[in-house]
């Protein structure tokens, strides 16, 4: 298997379980309250299969679409499984408002209160355009850096987190070219190049360097234009992250990647071999569908 085969088998954690995707099928593997592994999956279609998925910088659309619909289906799938009651399960409207309410919640914190607060620190100081929008950026990479590590310190992320690092430990076995069982996954890092959280780090990266660049702008030309950039941002920082995993032989790209690497150490736990034991379920069932 080449490495361009290889770069498309990646995964996000679930809520007791971890989602494992390749180019044509995606699977979800999930531990059950009474100890079950649950598996689902199905291929992959629409904009999967459309030519903006192989178009560089439009496939990172893509990925941005994973991590919005495909992922809180699952991430839904995952905490429905974890219920005892019809009625505690999350579907129909209390779904969609949950999706909705999650997104508005993301706006409000990564994009309304960075700008609230430059607009505020202007009217106490005579800094440039091109200053102001830099502290936002440096206050919005804060605020990301922050709320990952109070998120994480809840029982409950903690564990999530752990599954995530389940995940990391299955990619980065097979992609070493070893045999995906429990006494070799043990042995391999919680980080990995290509991961989500390296992806939203370089997204906010390169906001700070764009937004200083747009010029004056009002408190709601700001917050239009930061939320309108975000599709733009997602397609630039998925070549990024992709071209440095394709390089990472090189030292200046290993140096680059560090601060990836080290943000993952907020998003990432050990797992425990029951968790390592779903991720290997997700990912044996994805290889076997991929053929």
């Known amino acids: 298997m080449t490495e361009n085969e290889m770069r498309h088998y990646g995964g996000q954690a679930l809520i007791e379980g971890v989602l494992m995707r390749g180019k044509n099928h995606v699977v979800a593997a999930v531990r059950e309250p009474n100890g079950n ?9 629409g904009i999967y299969k459309s030519r903006i998925s192989e178009i560089p910088f439009f496939r990172g659309l893509t990925v941005l679409w994973d991590s919005l ?12 499984l974890q219920t005892e009651g019809e009625e505690e399960k999350i579907e129909g409207a209390s779904l969609y408002l949950t999706v909705f309410f999650s997104i508005g919640l993301a706006i409000g914190i990564f994009f309304v209160i960075p700008s609230l607060l430059v607009e505020l620190i202007k009217r106490f100081s005579d800094f440039s355009f ?8 440096i206050i919005r990479l804060l605020m990301l850096v922050f709320y990952i590590w109070g998120i994480g310190r809840s029982k409950e992320i903690a564990r999530v987190f752990a599954y995530h690092g389940a995940e990391h430990k299955t990619i980065n076995t097979f992609e070493q070219g070893n045999e995906i069982t429990l006494e ?13 959280t390296s992806f939203l780090l370089t997204l906010v990266v390169i906001s700070i360097l764009v937004f200083s660049l747009l010029g004056e702008l009002n408190l709601l030309e700001r917050i239009i234009s930061r939320i309108l950039f ?18 990472l032989e090189n030292p200046l790209v290993r140096i680059l990647t560090k601060p990836n690497l080290l943000l993952q150490r907020l998003t990432t736990r050990e797992p425990t071999d029951d968790m390592l034991e779903v991720s290997i379920t997700s990912f044996k069932r994805l290889l ?4």
Request: glycine share 8%; net charge negative.
């Open 184 to 196: 070799n996954i043990r042995e391999f890092p919680l980080a990995h190049p290509r991961c989500g």
């Open 130 to 137: 091109i200053v102001n929008n830099l502290i936002e950026g």
């Open 69 to 80: 619909a495909l992922g809180m289906k699952y991430l839904t799938l995952s905490a429905n």
């Open 230 to 247: 975000v599709p733009v941002l997602a397609m630039f920082s998925y070549e990024i992250i992709r071209w440095m995993g394709d390089h």
């Open 37 to 45: 592994i649950h598996v689902e999956d199905e291929e992959l279609q």
């Open 288 to 291: 076997k569908l991929e053929g």
